[in-house]
């Protein structure tokens, strides 16, 4: 149980277009969902925490409108990277939780920008 | 506001050693405290976390970790490493919850024969 998937799982697209991640928990309801940013041989960087119906909280630093995240369901919240450029290139994970205490991680996804 | 340092950004250790991953934490309240897997390419899996009940946590595959209010410790341990424990090793913390988890900068294990 608790099985969080991401889509897709590497994507490549080119610098000015913007390119959506989709993270769905699939056999729990997520009240809360978080995304990630992961460098190369780095630690993860939490960019937002999203409710369900609810605008996404953003960390600071985080361009909210470069980085639009939607949390339209207790299954899904997408990730839509606007007006790529290669230093968007990079390892996206998003977690899910149901507000109880355990976060539960998809696998990944990564974005190459050329 | 909370923190974590990881002492060790690499560690290497020969199979059935002893395996030791260092996590000091810094917080304004207890905290939650939590170490994850990361595997090549791969999100992350829990190993084990830390809720304010006992003191020494048992994980999976092996590992257990202590937490030490009085070091902000909360080092990884494994007592016979193998092959298969090659992986990148983060410890986070939170306030409270999950409502926010603050990573360290990860540890890297190899495990060579």
């Known amino acids: 149980g608790a099985v969080v998937s991401q889509h897709p799982s590497w994507v490549i697209c080119k610098s000015g277009t913007s390119v959506k991640i989709e993270c769905r928990s699939l056999d729990f309801q997520a009240t809360t969902m978080f995304w990630y940013r992961q460098f190369p041989k780095q630690s993860l960087m939490l960019m937002a925490t999203?409710?369900?119906?609810?605008?996404?909280?953003?960390e600071q630093g985080v361009e909210k409108d470069k980085f639009l995240i939607n949390h339209a369901s207790l299954t899904l919240s997408t990730l839509t990277v606007t007006s790529a450029h290669p230093e968007d290139s990079s390892f996206y994970i998003c977690?899910?939780?149901?507000?109880?205490?355990?976060?539960?991680f998809g696998p990944g996804t990564r974005l190459t920008v050329t | 506001a909370q923190s974590v340092t990881q002492l060790g950004s690499h560690v290497s250790v020969s199979e059935g050693a002893l395996v030791l991953l260092r996590c000091n934490y810094s917080?304004?309240?207890?905290?939650?405290l939590f170490w994850y897997v990361q595997y090549p390419n791969q999100g992350l899996q829990l190993l084990l976390k830390y809720t304010s009940a006992a003191t020494l946590v048992k994980g999976i595959n092996g590992f257990e970790a202590e937490f030490k209010k009085s070091e902000t410790s909360f080092h990884l341990t494994k007592p016979s490493a193998h092959m298969s424990d090659a992986a990148e090793y983060f410890c986070a913390v939170s306030n409270g919850g999950y409502n926010k988890l603050i990573f360290g900068a990860g540890t890297r294990l190899a495990v060579h024969p």
């Open positions: 977690s899910a939780s149901t507000g109880g205490n355990e976060q539960y």
């Open positions: 917080s304004s309240v207890p905290p939650y």
């Open positions: 999203s409710n369900e119906g609810s605008k996404a909280t953003y």
